[in-house]
């Protein structure tokens, strides 16, 4: 029989498309995040990006591997000839800068990405103009809860 510790940390199960639009935490103009799961222990968050809009979203790189999966809409890198479609599976490779663009005939996607390490936002030259980590994204969570009366402990649930 295989011992059953209790020392591991709890699951999560929750609607990924939450019922109250206040879980979107605003990132940029038209663009929000919704927190799956936040890892403080590897560094790595695992959320939903939904865009209103068509056009840039932001140009970055990202030092560690991302994977997504697109719920809704279509988006597309700059530096690259695919479109990632409702329903496409996306991996990016650590070390490669882009930039992620809504097309024209489209204003709206979710897609959910699987991140490791950061998010590095750098200029048309490649220079580091911000960056977000686990601990960036706990912070804009609390912050954004607390101002919409969800309070500062509401991203507790997808901490571990
Ligand atoms: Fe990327």
Redesign the pocket.
């Known amino acids: 029989m295989i011992p059953v510790s209790q020392d591991y940390p709890s699951e999560i199960a929750v609607a990924a498309e939450p019922a109250d639009e206040r879980v979107w935490v605003p990132q940029a103009p038209n663009v929000w995040f919704r927190p799956l799961m936040i890892n403080t222990v590897v560094g790595q968050w695992c959320n939903l990006l939904k865009v209103t809009a068509s056009g840039v979203v932001s140009r970055?790189r990202?030092p560690g591997a991302?994977f997504g999966y697109v719920i809704a809409g279509r988006w597309h890198y700059h530096e690259h000839e695919w479109v990632a479609e409702t329903g496409h599976f996306v991996y990016?490779p650590p070390g490669e800068i882009?930039t992620?663009a809504v097309p024209p005939d489209c204003d709206y996607m979710i897609t959910m990405f699987n991140i490791t390490g950061a998010m590095v936002y750098v200029d048309a030259d490649g220079n580091q103009t911000g960056y977000e980590d686990a601990f960036t994204k706990i912070d804009m969570c609390r912050a954004h809860y607390e101002r919409v009366g969800l309070g500062r402990e509401y991203v507790d649930q997808f901490i571990r």
Do not use: D, K, P, Q
Request: proline share 0%.
């Open positions: 970055h990202h991302v990016e882009h992620l």
